[in-house]
């Protein structure tokens, strides 16, 4: 059963003032739970619907109904198991290989996409505007699928860390150098813009270099590509080769 305080302590963790204040995140479904507990997330407790993960300390979790995890979950259609874990302290950031920079990204599936593809192509660190959506938002959390766990992931003044770290600055732009056509540098900083206005007129300043996926239909009337997906296409092309 679960109490009507831990009701509101768990429904108040949608909310990032909440999280802040509480220090606590919420994950939900066996697969994405599994893949935290297999980490360094400190797990608080478990609501479940029937008895899964039997590894862990029975004071550490609660049998609840389905209408009650309902009651408590942040997702529309609530899945068999919810998980609170505590948010870690922050790591220093790596400051080597290939990074990725997210200048204000505001919609929580695409962070939690571009996390899950940073963790596919083997990118560590993860650097993110201060205006970016928040890495613990519910549904951040669900659409890393667990690739929350094996990304730094850190929000900083954008343009002071990105001159700090010394690196070439590869800038994705609709008018850039054609990405297929340019020698790649594997130690440097790719910049990814917001949904709607693209990369900042500060931190355009800084890019020392501008790339663009080309378009190759008959028309070429398509405005931009979802920001995740333009992610997956320029990692891939960073890799290949190496």
């Not at 609501?47 to 009650?68: A, N, R, Y």
């Amino acid at each position: 059963m679960v109490s009507k305080n831990q009701i509101k302590l768990i429904t108040s963790l949608v909310q990032k003032k909440y999280r802040k204040q509480h220090g606590l995140f919420i994950a939900e479904g066996v697969k994405v739970i599994d893949e935290l507990l297999h980490s360094n997330f400190e797990l608080d407790h478990i609501f479940m619907t029937k008895p899964i993960f039997f590894d862990v300390d029975e004071k550490k979790k609660t049998i609840v109904t389905d209408s009650e995890l309902k009651k408590i979950s942040a997702l529309t259609t609530s899945n068999d198991s919810l998980a609170i874990f505590k948010i870690p302290k922050d790591k220093k950031i790596i400051k080597e290989g290939l990074i990725v920079a997210l200048d204000d990204i505001r919609d929580p599936g695409n962070l939690g996409t571009i996390i899950r593809l940073c963790d596919w192509f083997g990118i560590e660190q993860l650097i993110c505007s201060e205006q970016t959506v928040d890495l613990y938002n519910p549904k951040v959390v669900q659409a890393t699928m667990g690739s929350i766990s094996r990304v730094n992931v850190s929000y900083v003044n954008l343009k002071v860390t990105l001159e700090e770290l010394n690196l070439p600055i590869y800038g994705t732009f609709m008018d850039g150098e054609n990405i297929y056509k340019n020698n790649l540098k594997q130690s440097a900083v790719i910049v990814l813009g917001n949904e709607a206005n693209g990369i900042s007129s500060e931190i355009e300043k800084i890019a020392t270099h501008k790339i663009s996926i080309p378009r190759f239909g008959n028309l070429q009337v398509t405005e931009s590509l979802n920001v995740a997906t333009a992610t997956a296409i320029v990692l891939s092309e960073f890799k290949r080769g190496t």
